[in-house]
């Protein structure tokens, strides 16, 4: 069975810092990967996905993720947070999801 | 346009008390799913319907939880003889390929 693990369980940032949110999965087979975020009171909705082609997507809010095929990886990044991107960020393939991180950017 | 509706937002019942939620996924979407999303512990799977297909119930962590989806449509988990332990966010999402959209879900609270 597929699993999705999220090392990184609360991250707190300055902002304009750099963000990396680490995201492995284990699923020997093409893959479809999410990451998803929810804001605070806020429904979960789609940040960016790969299903194929350029291995680095980009999603809203400036947020980028890189597949790394070998790594079983799909690490979510943005070079500079703000204050809005407070919230939990989720990786998910298919449609099993990992254990969610929680964002904090103080301004 | 509309997205998933889910009611009630909000539900507190005593224990052993049955409960309905119910989820309203977007028009024209085939796939509807059920999460719950307990503190710290992520989304966790509980139940897939995909058109008329047969459901996928692997994720239901008991028999006291069941769901159905009427005219592919509209669905209901229902919970029996709730326990503490069921207390959480229960989030229906649905699709018509990928991804998933959620609705906003519903926060069950077990007295």
């Known amino acids: 069975a597929q699993s999705v693990s999220q090392h990184n369980h609360h991250v707190i940032l300055s902002e304009a810092a750099s963000l990396e949110l680490g995201c492995n999965y284990s699923?020997?087979?093409?893959?479809?990967l999410f990451w998803y975020v929810q804001y605070p009171g806020q429904h979960l909705q789609l940040l960016l996905k790969?299903?194929?082609?350029?291995?680095l997507v980009k999603g809203i809010k400036g947020f980028e993720a890189e597949f790394i095929k070998s790594k079983f990886s799909f690490n979510l990044r943005k070079p500079s947070v703000q204050w809005s991107d407070t919230a939990e960020y989720f990786c998910?393939?298919?449609?099993?999801f990992g254990t969610g991180t929680s964002l904090t950017v103080i301004p | 346009g509309a997205g998933v509706s889910q009611s009630p937002s909000n539900k507190v019942t005593e224990k052993g008390k049955d409960v309905e939620l119910r989820c309203d996924p977007i028009?024209?979407?085939?796939?509807l799913y059920w999460y719950r999303q307990s503190l710290g512990q992520g989304l966790e799977f509980l139940i897939y319907?995909?058109?008329?297909?047969?459901?996928?119930k692997s994720g239901l962590p008991s028999d006291r939880f069941s769901a159905e989806r009427t005219g592919g449509s509209v669905s209901t988990l229902t919970i029996q003889r709730t326990q503490q332990e069921d207390s959480a966010v229960y989030l229906c999402?649905?699709?018509?390929?990928?991804?998933?959209?959620f609705g906003n879900g519903t926060r069950l609270t077990v007295t």
């Open positions: 028009s024209g979407h085939t796939a």
């Open positions: 998910a393939v298919f449609t099993y």
């Open positions: 319907f995909q058109g008329n297909s047969a459901p996928d």
């Open positions: 999402a649905s699709s018509r390929n990928s991804p998933l959209h």
């Open positions: 699923y020997g087979g093409t893959v479809n």
């Open positions: 790969y299903f194929s082609g350029d291995p």
